[in-house]
């Protein structure tokens, strides 16, 4: 049987160190905890200046992961993002320069605004955790781990995510704007003095190694999926190929993360078991951003989240 309380217990002591510098945003915190033991990449979608990148690098501390940043910008070229081999002239050889995909946590920051062959660049770090270089591989960190963010409000100068790198992505999260109680906290950490530069000094530690979330991943791979939820999820998935609002469903690998993300979820929640409810709250992080929309439902006001509802309604959920 697996040791979920082992997973629950590690979670509490990550969301109490975040919880030193960031206020709210609880299920922002959960949905990345869950990729992070289920090995996905997370598309986290927000305006600027709500803590995206704090949880990010935060996070990172945490679960003892080395942390890089890249701003992506137009003029941002894949070697930029994954290296280059530079000539020795002393040893007549060339040696790989690392680029910043070679750690632990990489936040890409507004990944939308650069152009899609740079996007490219990340498809087979984020598939296969490893790079090729003039032909040559080099295998990345086992906890290798994109946290993308973008803006939905500028498109200038921006790119669309092609479908093949949006389903890279275990979930697209949406970022909101604090409650009014909760900004009232942030604002009375900053009168006290908090800097957001410098988690040191707001006593930010780490409370797992990479050995430990190694073995927490493999606990979560333990917990039990009965028959009925696996083919509850592909029902779900299969049922948005079906919609007449869509012009593309959600892929097989949808279905894939909705159920190792449920076995996440369940363990966080301290039981070796999925039950539904793990699926319907992960239902619209893993599917909304694998939906392409006809321009006629877009113009009636519809959305991915309102489709996901709509699926959720349909589709009848097995007895536990």
Known sequence: MPDVIAVSNAAEKIRTELAKVVVGQADVI??????????????????PGIAKTLIARSLALTVSADFNRVQFTPDLMPSDVIGTNVFDLSTSKFNLRKGPVFTGVLLADEINRTPPKTQAALLEAMQERRVTVDGEEH?????????????????EGTYPLPEAELDRFMFKVIVPYPAFETEVGVLS??????NS????????????????????????NAVAAEQPIIEYIAKLVRRTRENRNLVLGASPRASIWLLLGSKAMAALRGRNFVIPDDVKQLAAPVLRHRLILRPEAEIEG???????????????????
């Open 139 to 155: 295998i990345l960190s086992p906890v290798f781990t994109v946290l993308a963010t973008q803006n939905p409000i500028e498109y």
């Open 302 to 320: 519809v959305n991915a989240d309102r489709v996901v509802e709509s699926t959720l309604a349909e589709v009848e959920v097995p007895r536990q």
């Open 30 to 47: 959960d949905h990345l905890l869950v990729a992070l033991l289920s090995e996905g990449h997370v598309l986290m979608e927000g305006v």
């Open 197 to 220: 530069i410098r988690l040191e000094e707001a006593g930010v530690k780490p409370v797992i190694d990479m050995q430990e979330l190694l073995a927490l991943r493999k606990t979560v």
């Open 189 to 194: 950490r900053y009168n006290a003095g908090f």
